[in-house]
T-cell receptor, first 111, second 112 residues
Framework: EAGVAQSPRYKIIEKRQSVAFWCNPISGHATLYWYQQILGQGPKLLIQ????????DSQLPKDRFSAERLKGVDSTLKIQPAKLEDSAVYLC?????????FGSGTRLTVV | KQEVTQIPAALSVPEGENLVLNCSFTDSAIYNLQWFRQDPGKGLTSLLL?????REQTSGRLNASLDKSSGRSTLYIAASQPGDSATYLCAVTDTNFNKFYFGSGTKLNVKP
């Protein structure tokens, strides 16, 4: 089965610019997650979707981050405006029951 | 709130050594615990999954144990190889919505 697809792989932007990441989960996986992994730290959950509804977005900085999952399949995560501290790897994951798969991530550098 | 801690943060060993990575968590009400491997610039690869009712899991040279009551897990790597060099992450999932709480990882370097 195909894995979790993410794009782009890398992105460099200037602070105050906007950026968007895309994730295509494994077919049939109802649950989708976005994690932020800052260098030297473990991933931190930003938002969790069940189908196209938000289950948990308690750690999402809502003043600058937004995410959507239209039709319960693909998802986009947007940052606007970006700050230097947003430099990190953004990982998407999807799950169905006990099966959990991570994508390769998007590495964002804000300069 | 669940807190996951991994010790040590970094470890360097000569090839062939057996080694133990440690993970502790503060809330024992977990659904399962998982060990991941992360290579530089890559995503996460699942190594071992231990359900909350289990005590250990084994895969090849890897053995993971779980003591839920004390909030501890260990990952044992036998006969380490340079290809084992990576960051190892421990994560627990809660009993509600299956989200992960990650530790900060142990960066392992196995010297030839």
């Amino acid at each position: 089965e195909a894995g979790v697809a993410q794009s782009p792989r890398y992105k460099i932007i200037e602070k105050r610019q906007s950026v968007a990441f895309w994730c295509n989960p494994i077919s049939g996986h109802a649950t989708l997650y976005w994690y932020q992994q800052i260098l030297g730290q473990g991933p931190k959950l930003l938002i969790q979707f069940q189908n196209n509804g938000v289950v948990d977005d308690s750690q999402l900085p809502k003043d600058r981050f937004s995410a959507e999952r239209l039709k319960g399949v693909d998802s986009t995560l947007k940052i606007q405006p970006a700050k230097l501290e947003d430099s990190a790897v953004y990982l998407c994951a999807s799950s169905y029951r006990a099966g959990y798969t991570f994508g390769s991530g998007t590495r964002l550098t804000v300069v | 709130k669940q807190e996951v801690t991994q010790i040590p943060a970094a470890l360097s060993v000569p090839e062939g050594e057996n080694l133990v990575l440690n993970c502790s968590f503060t809330d024992s009400a977990i659904y399962n615990l998982q060990w991941f491997r992360q290579d530089p610039g890559k995503g996460l690869t699942s190594l071992l999954l231990i359900q909350s009712s289990q005590r250990e899991q084994t895969s090849g040279r890897l053995n993971a144990s779980l003591d839920k009551s004390s909030g501890r897990s260990t990952l044992y790597i036998a006969a380490s190889q340079p290809g084992d060099s990576a960051t190892y992450l421990c994560a627990v999932t809660d009993t509600n919505f299956n989200k992960f709480y990650f530790g900060s990882g142990t960066k392992l370097n196995v010297k030839p």
